[in-house]
């Protein structure tokens, strides 16, 4: 089977760069009939209860309709999109599925804010303390005195505990790691909707003369557009993948960012494994730290350079058919509607659910296969068919992983269907397939562990360091 592994639909950042002001009131934004929101919420429901094989594999339903419950009585008078969007997706966060989710309604900031602020602080954020630490002014004529790595306590009075635990309630995913990251590239949108802080920040840090403060002010988005510094070109860094040598230890980097666009990875892959043999070079590091997904197929096509044996990434995929689901198919211009794939599936009864098992793929015999040392390096942004790929390498010992857990898991929903709230017209995604990878249990609802567990942002280095010393495992 080919499947396309989904992705969560956003782009996310490491450092804060998408942050929106909100000068204008909350009267300018359309507002809906509590009613009429209220039907929105049953629409939700029902669609993602029709549609998930299994939505409450991790939420108790009982606890979700209680949440919802709750959510209903709280609709008291006409609500806009944002704010109803801030008391439905927490609930919609508990089922702990990435794939399922409420989209925020971004289009509807950048309408009311056309020139939005940007916190002029480059923050990272940690699901363990330190919570938030500084990295930089955003702006290198800016004068901040906060030491370099030092730890952000608060935000005007929230602490950044409480910040980050709160970003993570109002975002979807499997694991807080990604969560956090993913939300933490919002956070204007945050603390404006979570706590009513606008364009000026009292940030209270740690130094070694004690805990200090700072008043900030934001910067707007035109006018750090002028500022900035003219960045060089950087086609080479957004490639979905691209090939570094180090001839000093006879080793290959592979970064890889996307599982996209099969031709162009077949040509990219033959080459760099003809000239990795060529230069007889014996170690490879595949770096998927950054890689969200995309389509297992070029998985496939990737491990064929690997594996000693026939293969699979996946051992079963369940199927869950609906209305949605088949509408998606329908409406997508790559379904060959005259097939006979096509006709059984349509006539598939909604709401029925199928297992199919994968087979084994044959081993390609490939004059330029890889039989040397092979490093994974991981973190928990490595998600869906990156995951999946590293699993299939842990699985079948064809080389070491190096960094953090995947945040994509090795039992795991996906395959989105899309669709809008009657009302609002919000957009909602719902998984409709399981997939369970090869050498995971039925309820390893979790990420590749790696074996040799080093923070993400050092595993390259850590890599490297073992290759130097001559410190590294051999691949069993």
């Not at 790595?149 to 807080?176: A, F, W």
């Not at 869906?384 to 079948?396: C, R």
């Not at 609002?424 to 979790?446: P, V």
């Amino acid at each position: 089977m080919i499947s396309l592994r989904l992705c969560l639909p956003f782009m996310f950042f490491f450092v804060i760069c998408a942050n929106f002001s909100f000068v204008k009131g909350q009267d300018q934004q359309q507002k809906f009939d509590p009613e009429k929101l209220k039907s929105d919420i049953d629409s939700l429901i029902k669609f993602i209860e029709d549609t998930h094989p299994d939505p409450y594999y991790q939420y108790p339903k009982d606890s979700f309709y209680r949440d919802i419950a709750d959510v209903r009585r709280q609709i008291t008078g006409p609500l806009s999109s944002l704010s109803f969007y801030q008391l439905i997706e927490p609930v919609i966060v508990r089922l702990e599925d990435g794939h399922t989710d409420l989209a925020m309604p971004l289009s509807e900031f950048y309408d009311l804010h056309p020139d939005p602020f940007r916190i002029p602080a480059k923050l990272k954020f940690s699901v363990s303390r330190p919570y938030i630490s500084y990295q930089g002014p955003i702006l290198p004529d800016l004068g901040i005195p906060i030491p370099v790595n030092g730890e952000i306590l608060s935000i005007n009075n929230v602490s950044s505990k409480d910040l980050v635990n709160d970003i993570i309630k109002m975002t979807s995913g499997e694991s807080r790691e990604f969560r956090l990251a993913l939300g933490s590239s919002f956070l204007q949108f945050h603390l404006k909707q979570l706590y009513n802080i606008d364009s000026s920040y009292t940030i209270t840090y740690a130094s070694d003369q004690g805990i200090k403060s700072i008043a900030l002010a934001g910067i707007r988005e035109k006018e750090f557009n002028r500022r900035k510094p003219k960045e060089s070109n950087t086609t080479g860094a957004t490639s979905p993948y691209s090939l570094k040598l180090i001839d000093s230890l006879n080793t290959a980097i592979i970064d890889f960012r996307k599982f996209e666009d099969k031709p162009s990875f077949l040509r990219f892959a033959d080459s760099t494994f003809s000239l990795v043999k060529e230069r007889n070079f014996d170690k490879i590091i595949i770096d998927l730290r950054y890689n969200l997904g995309g389509e297992s197929e070029i998985g496939d096509e990737f491990l064929q350079y690997f594996v000693r044996s026939a293969f699979t990434q996946y051992t079963k995929v369940v199927t869950k058919y609906s209305r949605l689901q088949k509408e998606r198919y329908k409406n997508n211009a790559n379904t060959d509607r005259n097939s006979s794939a096509f006709g059984v599936m349509m006539d598939k009864k909604n709401g029925s659910i199928e297992v199919e098992n994968y087979e084994l793929i044959k081993r390609k015999n490939l004059p330029n296969r890889f039989n040397g040392q092979l490093f994974i390096l991981t973190s928990p942004f490595t998600f869906s068919s990156a995951a999946d790929f590293t699993q299939a390498v842990h699985h079948y010992k064809l080389g070491k992983v190096v960094g953090q857990e995947t945040g994509g898991l090795i039992v795991s929903f996906g395959d989105i269907i899309t669709t809008q709230l009657p009302v609002t017209g919000m957009e909602l995604t719902i998984s409709h397939n399981l997939y369970h990878n090869i050498g995971a249990q039925e309820t390893d609802f979790r990420g590749v562990i790696p074996d040799h567990p080093v923070d993400y942002r050092d595993a390259l280095k850590f890599t490297l360091d073992l290759i130097k010393n001559h410190q590294t495992p051999r691949n069993d």
